[in-house]
């Protein structure tokens, strides 16, 4: 074991041992003490990896029956009968489906001849594809599939020194555009639909539509933004024309679209049409209709995936990190944590605060909070449940404070930590302390944005 994974298990192993002898008069319950405790070793245990992430987050199941944070095990195992997880399996199975297909570099070559041959141009042809695939792909899919075309697109730098310069622009900006586009409809992330659940609870359901009238307009101004700030601190290297052309001539795509790609591309349209007429027929929910279209790869004679192939695709560790996530944000709630926060932290609603400063402020405490806890689920779960009492304290919409946690936390990029930027870091383009010199800005930027946007569309959609 690593000295960090040793210190991450000591800790964590300390935080469960110290939580016991914390006394109740504080204000909370022997199980909310216990509730934080346990989150708090989780967290720990997540950030280090002493041992897997998923055998950690099982472990969290009896940890919970253990300590008294559920009542019995199948109150332990609640957040795993959440229909979230199901569309969490769905995700990667859509996504495997679009990289099975040249659908992806179509896509590409496409977005090349649109933008041009200049080096930043394709920059931001590749973080548009990014951000369009990443509206209805898992951002891990995204990135791993956009990562492998980007590696091939590099070797048309001749010289190594501009090779890495231009890698380390690409790799960034990569994971970055990714998670941006995660922003731009329910289905861009597993995190969205996680929040989602919480203004559910408040009897708030943002729709398909509603969401995306607040997501495109941020999304937009947040890719553009990270493209020219990017090339601004870690400017490309650019190549003659005849090189790029070369590449994509080279990119071998067929000129017509067999029946399996075609058959991929309407599926994925039709499930994106479905989606948005969910706005008005509640019976085709997000996660039954990616069900419906999680089947319909799998029919005889055309078997887009097969079923091994499938669940070699999977990323189990999302699966158990979300499923435990929910169990510990539910708890939250039952045990009063979420009461006792809200208590500790406002003492009383702010006087005349407007929509866009609480927008500002929470969008900025969750990129705060993203430091120590750079787990976007684990936040979500934490303070999903205290934020909707802080509406109902301060006297706004839920969806005020919920939505600016949910997109802040689907944006974490600060440092390559998430699974998303840990993908191109390890490909060793740039160092852990080149990212936070553009990210940090980005997310500046994103917090702005939706103080300004958010106020203006929850008018529009009668928030």
């Excluded at 586009?181 to 996680?194: D, F």
């Amino acid at each position: 074991m690593k000295k960090s994974q040793i210190i991450g298990a000591v800790l964590a192993l300390g935080v469960l041992f110290g939580m016991t002898l914390i006394p109740e008069s504080i204000g909370l319950s022997r199980a909310g003490i216990h509730t934080i405790g346990v989150l708090i070793a989780l967290i720990i245990a997540l950030v280090t990896e002493p041992i897997p992430i998923g055998i950690t987050c099982i472990l969290g199941i009896p940890l919970c029956v253990i300590f008294g944070v559920s009542s019995s095990v199948s109150a332990a195992l609640s957040g795993y009968t959440n229909h979230i997880l199901f569309f969490i399996l769905v995700s990667f199975a859509i996504s495997e489906a679009v990289a099975r297909v040249p659908l992806s570099q179509r896509l590409l070559a496409f977005l090349i001849r649109v933008f041009g041959t200049r080096i930043r141009r394709i920059l931001l042809a590749i973080m548009v594809c990014a951000a369009a695939l990443s509206s209805i792909m898992s951002n891990v899919a995204t990135t791993a599939m956009l990562m492998s075309v980007v590696i091939r697109f590099l070797s048309i730098y001749e010289d190594q020194g501009q090779r890495r310069r231009s890698g380390r622009t690409f790799m960034i900006a990569l994971p970055i555009a990714s998670m941006i586009g995660g922003m731009i409809t329910p289905a861009g992330s597993p995190l969205n639909l996680l929040g989602m659940d919480f203004l559910i609870q408040s009897g708030h359901q943002v729709t398909f539509l509603q969401w995306m009238l607040i997501g495109i307009p941020v999304s937009v101004a947040c890719l553009l933004f990270a493209w020219l700030f990017i090339c601004r601190v870690f400017p490309p290297q650019e190549v003659p024309e005849e090189r790029v052309l070369a590449y994509v001539r080279d990119m071998d795509i067929p000129r017509r679209m067999d029946f399996r790609e075609r058959y991929v591309l309407v599926l994925v349209l039709i499930l994106f049409t479905l989606w948005i007429l969910s706005s008005w027929f509640p019976v085709l929910n997000i996660t039954v209709v990616g069900i419906v279209g999680f089947a319909f790869l799998f029919l005889p004679k055309i078997e887009i995936l097969s079923w091994r192939e499938f669940t070699d695709t999977v990323s189990w560790s999302s699966f158990f990190l979300v499923g435990t996530m929910m169990t510990l944000g539910g708890a939250l709630t039952e045990n009063g944590v979420s009461h006792w926060l809200v208590g500790l932290l406002f003492q009383s609603a702010p006087d005349a605060m407007p929509v866009w400063l609480i927008t500002l402020v929470i969008s900025l405490v969750v990129f705060v909070l993203l430091i120590p806890i750079p787990i976007g689920p684990a936040l979500i779960s934490m303070l999903g449940a205290p934020f909707l009492e802080m509406a109902e304290v301060w006297g706004v919409s839920p969806v005020c404070l919920i939505m600016p946690l949910i997109l802040c936390a689907s944006n974490c990029y600060l440092l390559p930590l998430d699974t998303v930027p840990l993908l191109t870091y390890g490909t060793g383009y740039y160092k852990m302390t080149d990212m936070p010199k553009v990210s940090v800005a980005i997310q500046l930027f994103l917090a702005l944005c939706l103080a300004l946007w958010l106020p203006v569309s929850l008018r529009l959609i009668g928030f």
